[in-house]
């Protein structure tokens, strides 16, 4: 076992769910045990008579439990990123031991050995094992949902509290003018007459606050705090049972989602693709196709697409050219992830297949996918993002401001850091307003549209003989197959200083050029995954020195991407 299955494996013990695999939920519940153990012990070392008898066991059980609980919180700590991406780093891990249950942690175990370096009285380190009993709510349901409720209406608690302070506040000044001069010993200050109004609130414990009032505005003063004292009791548990309703209803409504988002997945159980003999993941399901084949509303299905970062809703009609008069329909494209803006596999090639369009343009990502998977090269596609304002990956502006492109453009550096490396881009060569051009498959490779030789000085291109020797025999065997034709920058302009491959640092090591190809080709002919294996084993026998043996696992079917082992 390696150190990061290790690590993902402790994450997984330490995720609070007492409903995961059983040897986790052992380690759940020892953990608990051991809390209660150890909480036992502190209870009993407060009767001298049991600690004349039993000491020995009792200090047994304070040193093993202190013991355990220090590896178990400092594997906590280092674990925290897995739990939550925002524990990443040094001052991740430092924010986690600031949330409540992280301070509770150190609290309750660190402290322990301060004893061994300062003069300090270990029974008032001991003390704090107490605190340990807490860490039981985190595996409650019921108190997360409470500490739920309560979050969600912190601002209005803050409010409502804070109005009720401030009226407070001023009632006990008027208090003050009120009665002073009618009992000036015991209103003798402002602060006399809000230390009584606060202390009525509380029923007044210390007897602070047990003297008559013998004004008539004094006692209607005393008669407005004690409605008030009402309110600030009676404000906030209506708030917070408000809370309580919502987030009950909002865990139902994510159990739900959760429940119809493992329906969808089974709705992209891969399938035989004939002409190749591959078990591929589906391109798409329809809305209408998914109600009927998974008994869902069309509410359910929106709510996964809304919450999901696997599925996404396309319109078909984006992948036909405005002559055509294409109709909306409406479809869900499942997709892989695994960085902030989607997807990076390193399968140690030379060839790098980027896809920077997948989350807006339909399909795209999906055929690029399987190019890549079916030649074994690396793979990078975004498959996240806002669809508007839409900001490119493609044409770069500001890596800084557009949220995940500095990651995708680090990780394609990464992957093309090798000798002798290409990185191919795979784009749409039309969408719903372009025209739909002569050719299909169109290879450019840093020149301006219209020039279709090799002059240029603005070239992506090192190696010009290899790549020219490849479009000539994939653009013949596309013809010959498939009766599809290719050009070389006739149409589209890949000149463009924004690139995002000019700002790659690793630029000069890869050899790089543009594949855009209708979606007649990628997405409506059913020949399409021959195509994208025909793309794979010429660019496998051109740049890598010969056709890879194919991946087993497309030949076994499965459930989405989920089963693949990248």
């Not at 925002?86 to 050995?113: E, N």
């Not at 990185?423 to 002569?438: D, H, K, Q, R, W």
């Not at 200083?497 to 790659?504: A, S, T, V």
Request: hydrophobic share 40%; charged share 25%; proline share 4%.
């Amino acid at each position: 076992m390696t150190v990061k299955e290790f690590k993902k494996g402790l994450s997984q013990v330490f995720d609070d769910n007492l409903r995961t695999r059983q040897w986790q939920n052992i380690a759940d519940y020892v953990i608990i045990g051991l809390i209660l153990v150890s909480t036992i012990e502190v209870f009993l070392s407060t009767y001298e008579n049991v600690v004349d008898k039993y000491g020995h066991i009792l200090k047994f059980i304070d040193w093993f439990t202190t013991i355990f609980f220090t590896i178990e919180v400092t594997l906590r700590i280092w674990t925290a990123d897995l739990i939550d991406e925002k524990y990443k780093g040094f001052w991740g891990r430092i924010r986690y031991c600031f949330t409540f249950y992280g301070l509770i942690d150190i609290l309750s175990t660190y402290p322990f050995y301060l004893h061994f370096f300062m003069p300090m009285p270990y029974v008032a380190l001991k003390v704090l094992r107490v605190f340990r009993l807490l860490r039981i709510f985190r595996y409650m349901k019921s108190f997360r949902i409470l500490g739920d409720a309560i979050s969600s209406k912190k601002q209005e608690l803050t409010i409502s509290l804070a109005f009720l302070s401030i009226l407070t506040v001023i009632l006990s000044f008027l208090l003050y003018f009120a009665e002073h001069a009618a009992q000036p010993e015991l209103c003798e200050n402002g602060w006399k007459t809000m230390v009584w109004a606060f202390a009525k609130y509380l029923g007044d414990p210390g007897k602070i606050a047990d003297f008559p009032l013998v004004t008539v505005w004094g006692n209607i003063i005393a008669i407005i705090v004690g409605v008030l004292g009402i309110a600030i009791f009676a404000v906030p548990a209506g708030l917070i049972s408000s809370g309580f309703i919502e987030v009950i209803e909002e865990r139902k409504k994510a159990d739900d989602i959760q429940r119809n988002t493992e329906k969808m997945r089974n709705a992209f159980e891969r399938k035989l693709d004939r002409p190749t003999g591959f078990q591929i993941v589906p391109m798409y399901n329809s809305i209408p196709d998914i109600m009927c084949r998974l008994n869902m509303s069309e509410p359910d299905i929106f709510n996964v697409l809304g919450n999901s970062k696997e599925f996404r809703l396309i319109n078909l009609a984006a992948t036909q050219t405005i002559d055509k008069h294409p109709e909306d329909r409406l479809a869900v494209e499942h997709f892989s992830t695994n960085t902030e803006y989607g997807i990076c596999i390193d399968r140690d090639s030379k060839i790098t297949i980027v896809s920077p369009t997948s989350f807006i343009d339909p399909i795209i990502g999906h055929f690029s996918y399987y190019v890549a998977k079916i030649g074994g090269f690396n793979y990078i596609s975004r498959e996240l993002g806002e669809m508007r304002p839409y900001k490119s990956f493609y044409l770069v502006d500001d890596i800084e401001a557009t949220p995940g492109l500095k990651s995708f453009i680090a990780d394609v550096d990464k992957l093309i850091n090798r000798e002798d490396s290409w990185c191919i881009t795979f784009l749409a060569a039309s969408g719903v307003y372009e025209p739909e051009y002569p050719t299909q498959f169109h290879f450019c490779y840093g020149g301006k549209k219209g020039d279709e030789s090799y002059d240029a000085d603005t070239l992506l291109i090192n190696d010009i003989q290899e790549f020219s020797d490849m479009y000539d025999h994939l653009s013949g065997q596309l013809k010959n197959e498939f009766g599809y034709d290719s050009d070389r920058q006739r149409y589209h302009d890949s000149a463009n200083p924004k690139l995002y491959i000019r700002h790659l640092e690793n630029r000069s090591k890869t050899n790089a050029f543009i594949l855009r190809i209708a979606w007649s080709a990628m997405c409506w002919d059913v020949r399409r995954m021959q195509i994208a294996k025909l793309l794979s084993e010429t660019y496998a026998k051109y740049f890598e020195g010969g056709i890879k043996p194919y991946s087993e696992e497309l030949n076994i079917k499965g459930i989405g991407f989920s089963d693949y082992k990248e």
